[in-house]
Structures are given as structure tokens and as C-alpha cells.
């Protein structure tokens, strides 16, 4: 039987089907983010004594604990903790970390649309290599829902900060 034939004779609404773009942008497209992975611990902590007093500063990570998946970010501003966001996926069988990690950077992008941010950069320290690997690729890949998030975030944050800057 011919898909559209089917499609035609099942009970689902047409109107209510949702379309999934299978890539978040065009092969050679650049990426909205500055990426920096450290050659070593030593690195991010001098980096992070340098920078950490100044600006804001968002940290996220996903973790398995007690089976459970679950993500966080915390946003400090000038070295102040304003805000913190956790959220709980699920199992650890239905659920990988890399997802709890990428939804740590989705909570941070909302502690940074939330709280006024002065300056028109905001630094996200994430402790996954693969995460910020995935999110320069431009292939499908797993969880490519929520990188898309990520993006969709991502530009909106810039419109909200370049807004913001103008005002002040």
C-alpha cells in the first residue's frame, strides 16, 4: 500500500503533525558560539580565577546519580551567585548524561535571558568535551533536538543582549 494512501486512511490530523527539520543549519555554516577547550585542568582554573570576578559566568553539567539523569546551571555575576536551575530527565535507561549535559546549557540559556546581563557576552563553562564537540557539528547526530535548542537559544539570547545594550 502507497504511504500517501495510508496517510489518507489513518485517523491522524493532518493539520496537528509536526515536521522535525533533521539539520539545525547548512553544511559550512558557521556556528553562533566561541568555542574553547582547555589543554588541561591547570588551564580552566586560571582561566576561570582570571575571568570569574567579572562578568557573567554560567556553569552547567548533566550527571547520573542513583540512576537518575538530571542537569543544572548556575549563573553568577561578578563573581555573585544569582541563580541556580536543576532539572531531572528521567532514568539512566531512558536517558544518556549527554542529554542531562546539553539540557544543562538549555537551563543556562534561560538564567541568562531571566537576569540582566550588562555586558553583551555571557561565558558558559561546560565540563564535556562531547557535548561542545556536538554542538559545532553541523551532522545529525543524537539529541539533535536539543542542540537545535541550544541555537534557537542561543539567537534569541543575542537579539535579548543586543537590546539590552541599546537601552542602556
Not at 83 to 101: A, D, I, P, R, S
Request: aromatic residues 6%.
Amino acid at each position: 500500500m502507497a504511504l500517501h494512501t495510508l496517510a489518507e486512511s489513518s485517523l491522524v490530523k493532518h493539520t496537528e503533525v509536526e515536521t522535525i527539520t533533521a539539520m539545525r543549519a547548512q553544511p559550512g555554516s558557521t556556528s553562533p558560539h566561541n568555542y574553547h577547550i582547555a589543554n588541561n585542568k591547570k588551564e580552566v582554573i586560571e582561566w576561570d580565577k582570571d575571568n570569574f570576578q567579572n562578568g557573567s559566568m554560567i556553569y552547567t553539567d548533566g550527571s547520573c546519580y542513583r540512576n537518575m539523569v538530571g542537569a543544572s546551571a548556575v549563573l553568577y555575576q561578578d563573581g555573585i551567585k544569582t541563580n541556580l536551575l536543576k532539572f531531572q530527565l528521567g532514568t539512566g535507561g531512558k536517558h544518556m548524561v549527554f542529554e542531562g549535559e546539553l539540557v544543562g546549557i538549555i537551563l543556562g540559556m534561560h538564567l541568562a535571558m531571566k537576569h540582566h546581563i550588562p555586558q553583551a557576552r555571557v561565558n558558559f563553562s561546560i565540563d564535556n568535551q562531547a557535548t561542545i564537540k556536538a554542538m559545532q557539528n553541523n551532522a545529525r547526530q543524537p539529541t539533535q533536538y536539543l542542540i537545535n535548542e541550544i541555537h534557537r537559544a542561543t539567537e534569541e539570547l543575542q537579539n535579548h543582549l543586543e537590546k539590552e545594550q541599546t537601552q542602556d
